[in-house]
């Protein structure tokens, strides 16, 4: 190929000579009188040659990394390595299509990614402040109106089925911690559109169910929420619908038509129902239930209680706690009505003290001066201990109490000691307590002469 190359640029002499690559068969032209390595030489075969090579080496260099550059750096003939003769150091080539690392180290990553700003399609490194984007008034897409909008959460209003199980959970939570600003802070986050009339009843409808200190945190609820979320419609409007839904209510809860009506009554004590209230369902009330509802409300705002529910015994001192206690135990030994002394011991609400219970009425009965008392108060403990509301726990508590302080009892009791006997072996005898409890009743020893013929020793005996 070099001779014919030769044959033919000496036929044809020509200013300028194009030199072939064996490669890509590009075709660059070169002056005769070049410049290679600092010498100025003439086409000639050995300049073609060497033209070929350094072509070949420039190529070679441009497609391998920094990092593998070493060990493709092709040589010239005195030694000489072409990569420093034919790429100069600050040249922009390499620098500018080589995002690799030049320390020798890397995973071969670009800087970006090592840099921590991500890969391809990101939005840059961790707390980058991107600049606000000027709107371009050019924009094919561009409106007025986007620079005057503004952008506003919306919360869609609550049906009636989404109402009963998202509000359900609240009033429940306030039956325990009774807090009303957070139950107000909670509902002002839903969007209760036309459901806020529902409010009132769903709370009065789950406290007809609950205990009565759980009615009274209904009533403050009411009171509460009434001018801040809820209008005197709206509770008018729940109370209307809690008449006509009275004969369902009745199923789950007999006593619903009284404590609806004493609702009432609270609702308007506290300045939240209008006294007309009443007035406007005479004669007009077809129901039996709605009309003993209304008729509990007017007889209420007669006697001028307002419809009070009392506190719940956890949330009254000790002191009162003991006084209700004492006052149950009179008001049964007057009426023996076990059943209602069974109900007035629950609406305390205090099992945890109900060992208190049973100490106030063992020492009744040993106060006592006859037997009645003794059997009513047995009487009592039975069936109390028969219908599981006072556990073994809290029997034993009060038994041991007793035990604790007979001593001091018996300073004002001369026959404690007699009297505690007997009832602990008739409470044995009736399942109240067990064998082993009535084995640590105390009892106290005394002193009497024996015999002569013990040599007047004392003897301690026991009875």
Known sequence: MATECQAWLNDNPVENCFLLSSDDEKVETLNIDNEINGNWITATSST?????????????????????????????????????????????????????????????????????????????????VYDLEEIDVKDPNYDEDQENCVYETVVLPLDEGVFEKTVTPIVQEYFEHGDTNEVAELLGELNLGEMKSGVPMLAVSLALEAKASHRELTSRLLTDLCGTLLSTDDVEKSFDKLLRELPELVLDTPGAPQLVGQFIARAVGDKILSRDYIESYKGKVDCDHARAALDRAAVLLKMSKGGLWGTGGGQLPVKQLIKEINLLLKEYLLSGDVAEAERCL????????????????????????????????????KFLWESSVITVDQMRRGFERVYVEIAEINIDVPHAYSVLEQFVEQSFNAGVINKKLRDLCPCRGRKRFVSEGDGGRLKLESY
């Open 48 to 128: 073609i040659h060497e033209a070929r090579v350094k072509a070949k080496a420039k190529r070679r260099l441009r497609k391998n990394s920094s990092r593998d550059s070493g060990r493709g750096d092709s040589l010239s003939d005195n030694g000489e390595s072409l990569r420093a003769a034919l790429v100069p150091p600050t040249s922009p080539k390499g620098k500018l299509l080589d995002r690799k690392s030049r320390s020798g180290k890397g995973r071969g990553l670009s800087r970006k990614v090592l840099r921590g700003a991500g890969g391809k399609g990101v939005w840059g490194s961790p707390g980058e």
């Open 346 to 381: 629950q609406e305390l609400e205090v099992p945890h003290f109900y060992h208190e219970f049973i100490y106030e009425a063992v020492v009744m009965v040993l106060e006592s001066t006859g037997e009645t008392t003794f059997k009513m108060v047995l009487q009592l403990l």
